[in-house]
């Protein structure tokens, strides 16, 4: 087998495992309308539900609000 087909093909392989691995989310909701906020009612919160279904942990990086 050619060097390069054979880098290509390790290659694949790898990024297929990956991919079987990959943590997966599920949410509840994605998205959440607050209507219309008044100043002076103060802070408003909402927590978003989430489920790991995969089967590694979860990372939650760089999380924005929008």
Known sequence: ?????LI???ITC???VSLAAAPEISFN???HDFGDIKEEDGKVTYN???TN???EPL???K???S
């Not at 087998?1 to 087909?5: L, R």
Request: charged share 25%; no cysteine; aromatic share 16%.
């Open 1 to 5: 087998m050619k060097p390069a087909k």
């Open 8 to 10: 290509f093909t390790i």
């Open 14 to 16: 790898l990024l297929v």
């Open 29 to 31: 909701f994605l998205t």
């Open 48 to 50: 978003f539900d989430f």
């Open 53 to 55: 279904t995969g089967d």
């Open 59 to 61: 990372k939650l990086i």
């Open 63 to 65: 999380v924005k609000a």
